[in-house]
């Protein structure tokens, strides 16, 4: 039987070894010593990381849980399925084989512009290192990529593609504003050679030839719970659940738009024209923070650890392709800043007029307040300042399950609700429940493209008629899921925590919606699977799935 201390060792080598693969992530979550490298994708670098890897995942399980806490126990859990996780990113759902944006999200050099984490020379310097290893990178990428690819991943690969070179140029800048200029400009021109030879090749040889094949199928779509959320239970449970919430969704806007004496199409349209114009995106986002703060503090909803800073900036060009707005929070590791950055996708110069106003439509007042709930306070910073002050261990702090991250700030939206956010209107909870409607379109795409092998028109069709999209931002979702089937995420988290919040808010913390969510806030970001064991009073060290 293994040394149960010898827990506190494997967890150290195996995050190292996680992050020898995730360097990105490991700059994501602050740990600095890992700025400017980019992983070796190529295959047999990978076969010796799974080969070191399935080790480790050998010593990990050989430690019996009953020699040790509770607490530990659970950690020992989390290091597993983060093992497991990555081996079947790599081997099962085949990323590095199958995917093209796996290669190219990596080089983006947001960390490093947008965090005022150290001197500026350190984090040119590590934009050099960055730019230098592109090219190498994608000659990996072509020698790996199997085709025929799907052709989703291969479209939006492009997109993502295409706008890398504007953001090598605005590292450059970056870098010439402190008389670095000329360190950057040596490497970008050969990096951006490097991704037009990339984009030719995806468009020239893998775009006519692209696939269908994206499906992970029945039985990795079951795996897939299991290790990003320690879940046993069948997918059609999940089903279910997300048809079910769906219907008290609709149910509810049905009920708002009876009550104004409208149908739900006007009550949308009525939403649509309350929009800023393009100029006033970035103000209304900005006072739209300082609201949401002021009214988690007046509503005693969750704590608000300080420092607190919070800044609003345009969503870089190379993620607007893919993103309406989102969150830079600071990592659990970040000792320099707890400064978080809220982009926001503005409108784009280039499109017409026609689809300018489009964009501002669908961004309007109310859903831009909702998304500022989920992006900000009380959703993703909020819950990144509760990681970054707990004594959460190793494991717990590197562990970031996606359903526990976008869960919660999902069930944001809804907290604030019913705490009364807007309530001298309809507005913001037609807002909520026309996101919360869309997150549940997510779940069950997901669920019908990877296992009952929906085709993306379906899916598309799915988001027409249950979200109230249009065509073009419906099918937009539809093609999302063939590359991103954990965006099921957002409603598995909600109710997720939901369930727990039934179960625990009266008998554990009378009924005191603070310490409740206080109490979650520390718990890190665990996979949902486990949520009910870890509010218990004394988490069982059998709870985890040996």
Not at 246 to 256: D, F, G, K, T, Y
Request: proline share 7%.
């Amino acid at each position: 039987m293994a040394d149960p201390t010898e827990l506190d060792a494997i967890e150290r080598e195996i995050v190292d070894h996680l992050f020898l693969l995730q360097p990105t992530y490991a700059v994501f979550l602050g740990r600095h010593e890992h700025d400017g490298r980019l992983p070796d994708y190529s295959k047999e670098s990978t076969d010796r990381w799974s080969a070191r890897a399935r080790d480790l995942l050998q010593r990990l399980t050989a430690i019996d849980d009953r020699a040790l806490p509770p607490s530990r126990s659970i950690d020992r859990f989390l290091l597993r399925l983060s093992v497991e996780g990555t081996l079947f990113d790599l081997e099962e759902a085949r990323k590095l084989d199958q995917n093209p944006m796996t290669f190219l999200t990596v080089t983006a050099l947001t960390p490093y512009l947008s965090r005022d984490y150290a001197p500026v020379p350190a984090r040119v310097e590590a934009i050099v290192r960055v730019l230098r290893g592109v090219p190498a990178l994608l000659e990996q990428a072509r020698r790996r990529l199997t085709g025929p690819l799907p052709a989703p991943f291969v479209d939006i690969g492009v997109v993502i593609g295409k706008g890398l070179p504007d953001h090598f140029r605005d590292a450059e800048a970056f870098a010439a504003a402190a008389g670095l200029g000329d360190a950057v400009a040596a490497v970008r021109a050969p990096a951006v050679e490097a991704i037009e030879r990339f984009l030719d090749w995806l468009t020239e040889v893998e775009k006519p030839r692209a696939g269908a094949g994206f499906a992970l199928g029945p039985e990795r779509f079951q795996r897939l719970l299991f290790v990003r959320e320690g879940i046993e239970a069948p997918f059609a449970d999940l089903r279910k659940a997300g048809a079910a919430d769906l219907a008290r969704n609709q149910a509810r806007l049905q009920e708002i738009a009876r009550t104004e004496r409208i149908p739900v199409s006007a009550l949308i349209v009525r939403l649509q024209h309350d929009h800023c114009a393009a100029s006033e995106l970035l103000g209304t986002a900005r006072g739209y923070v300082e609201e949401a703060r002021r009214f988690v503090e007046s509503k005693e909803l969750v704590s608000i650890p300080g420092p607190v800073a919070c800044r609003v900036e345009e969503t870089p060009v190379w993620g607007r392709a893919t993103t309406t707005a989102s969150m830079e929070p600071p990592g659990p590791f970040e000792s320099g800043t707890a400064e978080g950055i809220y982009y926001v996708t503005l409108v784009d110069p280039a499109w017409t007029s026609e689809q300018q106003l489009e964009w501002l439509r669908s961004l309007h007042r109310p859903m831009l307040r909702n998304v500022t709930v989920h992006e900000v306070f009380p959703g993703h910073y909020l819950q990144a300042l509760h990681l970054r002050a707990s004594d959460a261990s190793l494991a717990r702090k590197v562990y970031q399950s996606p359903s526990f991250v976008e869960g919660w700030a999902h069930y944001a939206e809804q907290l604030v609700i019913e705490a009364g956010l807007g309530a001298d209107g309809v507005s913001a909870e037609v807002a909520q429940l026309l996101d919360a409607l869309l997150r549940n379109c997510r779940l069950l795409a997901s669920l019908g493209l990877h296992t009952e092998g929906w085709p993306v028109d379906r899916a598309t069709h799915l988001f027409e008629k249950e979200a109230y999209l249009d065509p073009l931002p419906a099918e937009r979702e539809a093609i999302r899921g063939t590359f991103d089937p954990e965006y099921f995420c957002y409603t598995l988290g909600k109710l997720a925590i939901l369930d727990v919040r039934h179960r625990h808010l009266a008998t554990r913390f009378g009924g005191n919606r603070r310490a409740f969510h206080d109490a979650l806030l520390r718990l890190g970001c665990p996979p949902v699977g486990l949520l009910d064991t870890l509010l218990s009073p004394v988490a069982s060290p059998a709870a985890p799935p040996p």
